[in-house]
């Protein structure tokens, strides 16, 4: 069996995509899982990720969501996730309001008010810190906390921010993702309203920020899960797969979500899973080794992938059954070693994607 450990991670960036000859829900004990994008989207499940999950906690993996969403409380996501059929409870939900409420509540006095900019679960965390969430700008507020507050978030609250802020009140923000999927695209995220704020203040302040993928979000996660040997999945390079890379561990993507194959082909080094797969099914099975070949190629599942000319070129035809995702990952290990080449660069993609678009990935 062929497990990284976070060891490709740790010394600086991945080559190519990691291989395991057990499934994944055999190889690590506890599955940190993103939630919108991963295991929803728009409050829909996303495909296969129902059964996917099922199957992998039938077989004895611990599941935890682990979500930079601070919208919700832990036990209003268990509702929900136990009404799409993936049965949970509010202890194997981590959120974002509970890193940043720790945050403040590690650098603030016991009972101090806190003026929120966000939904009911980043209320219930400052709470359950032993802090007062405040409304106004006006009710001496020692900190001032943003969180995702739904598409309903009035126009108001990132006012009273902005007083606050600009009156030189400490700062905090529960995860800074730009954008967050939905049933209709991909709309507004938690950062785009911090960037409101510092716009409205002149840029003179900055955030200090809880979530994925900075230590807060980690150490909370740690803290509430006690995992062992975790696998983080997520859809996000820049939170997600980061968040590993910053905690030496591994990580599987899923192209269920924000991340497209073109934007994982460009990935920087702290930006590349350890596994690549098109579902949540990718937990249920082996991951196929990448292999470099002598000729400066990557072979995966019958695909060969190399740079001719600075062009991704992708050659093979694969067998009948055969996985689409093992171009994909041929085409990661030749793009990543090209990146990473001394005077190398990012090599153009644009005819390797068309090819497997013709194949539907």
Request: charged share 20%; aromatic share 4%.
């Amino acid at each position: 069996m062929t497990v990284r450990n976070g060891q490709g991670q740790a010394d600086g960036g991945r080559k190519c995509p990691g291989g395991s000859a057990v499934a994944l829900s055999e190889a690590y004990d506890t599955a940190l899982l993103d939630l919108d994008g991963v295991v929803y989207a728009g409050g829909e499940a996303v495909p296969h990720a129902v059964e996917a999950l099922g199957v992998a906690r039938a077989g004895g993996m611990h599941l935890a969501y682990v979500t930079n969403n601070a919208l919700r409380t832990p036990g209003e996501v268990a509702e929900h996730l136990t009404e799409l059929g993936v049965p949970a409870g509010a202890g194997d939900v981590v959120t974002s309001a509970q890193a940043v409420a720790r945050l403040i509540a590690d650098e603030v006095p016991a009972g101090s008010r806190v003026l929120v900019v966000g939904g009911e679960g980043l209320r219930v965390a400052l709470r359950e810190r032993g802090l007062v969430p405040v409304e106004s700008a006006d009710d001496d507020p020692v900190a001032v906390v943003q969180g995702y507050g739904g598409p309903g978030m009035p126009w108001a609250r990132f006012a009273e921010a902005a007083y606050a802020v600009g009156r030189g009140v400490p700062w905090y923000a529960s995860n800074t993702d730009l954008t967050i999927p939905g049933a209709r695209g991909i709309g507004p995220g938690n950062g785009a309203a911090v960037e409101v704020v510092r716009i409205a203040t002149g840029g003179r302040a900055e955030p200090k920020v809880a979530g994925k993928p900075l230590p807060p979000m980690h150490r909370e996660t740690v803290l509430r899960t006690g995992a062992e040997r975790p696998l983080v999945v997520g859809d996000r390079l820049d939170t997600d797969i980061e968040g590993a890379f910053n905690g030496g561990v591994d990580s599987l993507l899923v192209l269920t979500g924000v991340t497209d194959v073109a934007q994982l082909l460009t990935a920087v080094p702290a930006h590349r899973p350890t596994y690549v797969a098109a579902d949540l099914r990718g937990l249920l099975t082996g991951q196929p080794e990448v292999v470099a070949d002598g000729d400066g190629g990557f072979a995966c599942g019958g695909w060969r992938a190399s740079v001719s000319g600075g062009e991704l070129v992708l050659d093979g035809v694969p067998g009948e059954g055969a996985d689409v995702m093992d171009g994909v990952r041929a085409l990661c290990g030749a793009a990543w070693s090209e990146a990473d080449r001394p005077g190398g660069g990012v090599p153009d993609a644009g005819k390797a994607l068309e090819a497997l678009e013709a194949l539907g990935v």
